[in-house]
């Protein structure tokens, strides 16, 4: 059993951030329920479920939160559950009677995790926006990019992901550790402008010290330093390069037939435009193979470009099993790993309402409550 085994955790369906974020305590463990919408809300990219990696691992509620039945079920679940995420704008599960004083009303002890783009308070609390917004707020686009052209979206990673949902499982986390002390719940508002802006801590640092005051693809960690950047190969594929270190980059040097000259300037900015010409042209003369061959598993701080369908196949994930397969689908492992309290292999994404009667009768409803539950239409009779 994983290590969050007997954690029960209530998810109200959303996009992005809470998906992932319900995955990865889900993965190590947790009993998820995703309460979602009996009818199609249009949430996400429209793709047949089992494609759908971040909703793996869950049990599924089909309840329609706009009407009183719904509600209270969602409100009879929040009593026996540890934990609830929700991602609606601010103000939202207040007025469908779920917000925190509901839920606190019903269980004291409940950890009641927001996630949002712009947190839930601030003159932008109520906007709406992605990713890209958010992370264009904290710093963090605009350090990422080509010199002298535009800020470049890193895809959701930064935003949704980094920033939003391992920022929201580390409250969640936190609070429940917090909780043995107090034995009260509390709310745990997670934004994605605050996580991304802390991902962004050691730059705020470099900013501060001098270190970093370049035009954006100009410093040392953005593509700056021909030492710590991306070249072409000769079948047109790529390989990064990352000998930061002076020792390192000693040897990817030897190693790649580099003039020493540049070793012992490493550092020297005026030398760095003919530094990068000179790493390029040599990189240039080989494949992205053959270059694996020569370097890979050396100190040259060397490795492939591999894309989405590649990097699976790789003999470093191989050999770590970083991938799994379910039901057909090739996806990433759960992360981290225990000696000890090992997850379960992961199950596939459920459908809409899966498990509503399932999990309703595990809460003590009734036949005739779950009857009358279809009957008004605030549940999937799926179920």
Not at 77 to 86: F, G, K, R, S
Not at 108 to 137: S, V, W
Not at 162 to 179: F, N, S, V
Not at 316 to 338: C, E, K, L
């Amino acid at each position: 059993m994983g290590p969050l085994h007997g954690l029960r955790i209530l998810e109200l369906a959303s996009i992005g951030p809470g998906p992932m974020c319900a995955m990865l305590l889900a993965d190590l463990g947790a009993d998820v329920v995703r309460i979602d919408r009996t009818e199609p809300s249009g949430l996400g990219v429209a793709m047949p479920t089992r494609f759908n990696v971040n909703g793996r691992n869950r049990r599924s509620v089909a309840l329609d939160l706009k009407t009183p039945a719904g509600r209270d079920a969602v409100l009879r679940l929040v009593a026996t559950a540890d934990m609830l995420i929700e991602g609606f704008r601010p103000g939202v599960a207040e007025r469908l009677g779920l917000g925190p004083a509901d839920c606190h009303a019903r269980n004291a002890g409940l950890i009641y995790g927001r996630m949002t783009g712009f947190g839930q308070t601030g003159p932008l609390a109520a906007a709406a926006g992605h990713d890209l917004n958010y992370i264009a707020l904290t710093g963090a686009l605009h350090a990422i990019g080509p010199p002298g052209g535009a800020p470049v979206p890193p895809l959701n990673l930064v935003g949704d992901y980094g920033g939003g949902a391992l920022y929201l499982a580390l409250g969640l986390l936190a609070a429940l550790h917090e909780r043995k002390t107090s034995g009260l719940g509390q709310v745990v508002d997670a934004a994605m402008v605050d996580g991304a802006a802390s991902l962004a801590s050691i730059f705020y640092g470099l900013h501060a010290s001098g270190a970093w005051d370049r035009p954006r693809g100009e410093n040392l960690l953005d593509g700056g330093a021909p030492f710590y950047a991306t070249y072409e190969t000769a079948d047109a594929r790529f390989v990064a390069l990352g000998a930061l270190e002076p020792k390192f980059f000693a040897e990817l040097a030897q190693r790649i037939g580099l003039d020493e000259r540049f070793v012992k300037r490493q550092h020297d900015r005026r030398l760095w435009p003919e530094m990068r010409e000179a790493v390029g042209r040599i990189i240039k003369t080989k494949t992205r193979d053959e270059w694996c061959a020569l370097l890979e598993g050396t100190d040259a701080c060397f490795a492939p470009v591999l894309s989405i369908a590649e990097a699976p196949q790789h003999a470093h994930a191989a050999s770590r099993n970083a991938f799994i397969t379910i039901d057909g689908v090739v996806q990433p492992a759960p992360a981290p790993r225990f000696d000890r309290s090992t997850p379960e292999p992961p199950r596939p994404a459920p459908e809409v309402g899966q498990h509503t009667v399932e999990v309703l009768s595990e809460a003590g409803f009734t036949a005739a409550e779950i009857a009358a539950l279809t009957a008004s239409g605030a549940h999937a009779a799926s179920g």
